[in-house]
Each structure stands twice: as structure tokens, then as C-alpha cells.
């Protein structure tokens, strides 16, 4: 490929799939070994746009990630959870996010920026669902059961976590556990 900012990776061991990804400033598109320079360069333009239609819906202001928080009390905690202020933060390095209780409000490490909208949602939940619940309890956790990606966004963290080098979840794995978000 001719573009600085996108490194194509090809792999023997994928047949059919091929995904893509931000990594800082550049992108990068994993295909299978086999394609063609043709299918490469098609493969490329089609993720491009499908990783920037994704950037476009995602929350770029203090106030989209409040509404974003909003809907998610609406749908999953009854609009039970209100928070004053939902926010983000750039100096959060040990955690994703965090919420002041007694303040209503939430804040949300800028580093999640680029995550799945799926695990975005689960950060933000977990948060609202402290403004509900303190701790990690039972009561706590079956707060967020309805999410139905809670499992998976909880392990796309302890990767990340792993991948930076901060601590993952130290509490068993399971409703029970805490993944340093608050």
C-alpha cells in the first residue's frame, strides 16, 4: 500500500476475515495472506470507511458522552441513575473511569476514546450503576446483567489493561469482579 498511515499485515492463518484498527496515528488492516493486491487495496478502502464511520458517531464533546450516559441509564438502569456531570478526563492513568457519588458526576479516562462503542457503553454503566450502588456486590452487579455485552467489554479491558501495562481485575473473574473503572 502507497499510504504512510496504514500498515497492511497479511496472515497465512486467516482465510475470509479481515479487520482493521487505530494504533496512534496510523491504521492497521489485517488480511489473509492470499488476497491480491487488488482485493488489498479494496479491502483497505473499505475499512478506512468503516472505521471512520464508527469515529463520527462516537462522543467527541463532554456533552455527547452525557447523553450517550443518559440513554444508557434509560435503557439498562431505568433512568434510575442521573449524573450531574459526565466527562473527559486526560489525567487518568491507573483507571477508566470514576465517579464521585455524592457529586453526581463521572469521569472517563480520554484513553477510551477509541474503543468499541460496546465497551465504551459498559465503562459508562459501571458508573452509573455506582451512582446506584457503591461497590462491587451482588446488588452492584445485578445492576448491569442486563448488558449484553458485559462480559466481553469487561475482557477487551483486561487486555488493554494488560497491553499498557496497567493492573487487569484482581477479583475473581465472573459478576463479581471489578475492572479499576471506580
Known sequence: MGRPDVEVRRSRRRRRTVSAYRDGGRTVVLI????????????????????????????VSDEALAARAARLSTRYLGGH??????????????RWASCTPAEGTIRVSDRL???????????LLHELAHLLVSGHGPAFWRLLASYPRLERSRGFLDG???ASGMPTSEEPEGPAGELDEG
Request: hydrophobic fraction near 40%.
Open 32 to 59: 489473509p495472506a492470499s488476497f491480491s493486491a487488488a482485493e488489498e487495496a479494496r479491502w483497505v478502502d473499505r475499512m478506512l470507511a468503516s472505521l471512520e464511520r464508527g469515529e463520527r458517531r462516537r462522543p
Open 81 to 94: 441513575a442521573r449524573p450531574q456531570s459526565v466527562r473527559w478526563v486526560s489525567t487518568m492513568d491507573k
Open 113 to 123: 476514546r477509541e474503543v468499541p462503542e460496546h465497551v465504551l457503553d459498559y465503562v
Open 160 to 162: 488493554l489493561a494488560h
